[in-house]
T-cell receptor, first 112, second 114 residues
Framework: KAGVTQTPRYLIKTRGQQVTLSCSPISGHRSVSWYQQTPGQGLQFLFEYFSETQRNKGNFPGRFSGRQFSNSRSEMNVSTLELGDSALYLC???????????FGSGTRLTVV | GDSVTQMEGPVTLSEEAFLTINCTYTATGYPSLFWYVQYPGEGLQLLLK?????DKGSNKGFEATYRKETTSFHLEKGSVQVSDSAVYFCALPYSGGGADGLTFGKGTHLIIQP
């Protein structure tokens, strides 16, 4: 059974650019959530999608956005990148909160 | 909002020592509680969970009991191995008003020495 796949694994962008990260959930998982992990702030919830609808959103500026497609694949976009956006971005999928989440290996974004 | 507090470490132990990683939470009601583990260079893995008060979650020799009286979910293992070296995160559902998503503690870096 394939796990959660995130692409790309590593990314280097310049301040002011935008970036799109991709997440393919486990087959049959309709809930996809995104997290930002930094040494200073730890793991922070970005947003969660279910059946193409954003159900929940963390405390991040509007530069962070996402979407989910009909096949449950999800993308997140960060516009006007700042140095502080450098982080490991993790995606997780689930059949429901109480079943726990399966995480991907993450995309390491470096903004220079 | 809901939050999780856990010891950050690093916690350094010798192989076969007893492990306790403390986790306390602030939440409305009695949410499900989780422990996740992150090995170097990898994403997070669900270690164990408890979905209601007094439940005990267990996996791979690790245990944690949901204590509503003390709002705690401490992680324990009787005899740690070098392979247990990782970062451990306590988590509960995000309380932003929607259905899913997790709030994590800061993580506890565990180092097991042979």
């Amino acid at each position: 059974k394939a796990g959660v796949t995130q692409t790309p694994r590593y990314l280097i962008k310049t301040r002011g650019q935008q970036v799109t990260l991709s997440c393919s959930p486990i087959s049959g998982h309709r809930s996809v959530s995104w997290y930002q992990q930094t040494p200073g702030q730890g793991l922070q919830f970005l947003f969660e999608y279910f059946s193409e609808t954003q159900r929940n959103k963390g405390n991040f500026p509007g530069r962070f956005s996402g979407r989910q497609f009909s096949n449950s694949r999800s993308e997140m976009n960060v516009s006007t990148l700042e140095l502080g956006d450098s982080a490991l971005y993790l995606c997780a999928s689930s059949t429901g909160l109480n079943y726990g989440y399966t995480f991907g290996s993450g995309t390491r974004l470096t903004v220079v | 909002g809901d939050s999780v507090t856990q010891m950050e470490g690093p916690v350094t132990l010798s192989e076969e020592a007893f492990l306790t990683i403390n986790c306390t939470y602030t939440a409305t009601g009695y949410p499900s509680l989780f422990w996740y583990v992150q090995y170097p260079g990898e994403g997070l893995q669900l270690l164990l969970k408890a979905t209601k008060a007094d439940d005990k979650g267990s996996n791979k020799g690790f245990e944690a009991t949901y204590r509503k009286e003390t709002t705690s979910f401490h992680l324990e293992k009787g005899s740690v191995q070098v392979s247990d070296s990782a970062v451990y995160f306590c988590a509960l559902p995000y309380s932003g008003g929607g259905a899913d998503g997790l709030t994590f503690g800061k993580g506890t870096h565990l180092i097991i020495q042979p």
